[in-house]
C-alpha cells in the first residue's frame, strides 16, 4: 500500500493536482479524494505508472526507504562501482589526516 503522504510529496514536488493525478490514473475526482483521505487505496497499476512516469524508486514509494515527504528517484542510486571508488578516496582522506594528526603531535611535543 502506498502511505497519501508519499503521494501528497509526488504531487508537490511535480506541481500537480490530486485531479491531474487521477486522471493519470483513470480515477474519478470522489475515488481519488477517498485515496487522499486514507479511505481507500490506489490500484496496484498506479504504482507502476508513478515509477515509469516519475522514475521513482519502487522501495521509495511503498515505505521501505527514505522519508515521506522527500520523493526518491531512480537516479539518485549511485552504482556499487562508483560507492567503492567514492570509499577509497575516503579512506585515503583519513589515512592522510591521520598522518597528519600524528605528525602535528610530534611537532608539539618537541617544543
Known amino acids: 500500500m502506498i502511505e497519501n503522504t508519499r503521494i501528497l ?13 487521477g486522471k493519470m490514473f483513470q480515477l474519478s475526482h470522489s475515488k481519488m479524494s477517498k485515496v487522499m483521505a486514507g479511505e481507500q487505496t490506489l490500484p496496484a497499476d498506479a504504482a507502476g505508472i508513478l515509477i515509469k512516469e516519475f ?19 531512480m537516479k539518485d542510486l549511485v552504482p556499487k562501482s562508483e560507492l ?13 589526516l591521520g598522518e597528519v594528526y600524528k605528525q602535528l603531535a610530534e611537532e608539539r611535543r618537541s617544543k
Open 9 to 21: 510529496a509526488i504531487l508537490k514536488a511535480h506541481h500537480l493536482s490530486q485531479t491531474s493525478l
Open 55 to 73: 522514475d521513482i524508486h519502487p522501495h521509495w514509494l511503498f515505505g521501505y526507504e527514505g522519508t515521506a515527504d522527500e520523493v526518491m528517484y
Open 84 to 96: 567503492e571508488k567514492r570509499d577509497k578516496v575516503i579512506q585515503e582522506l583519513k589515512n592522510e
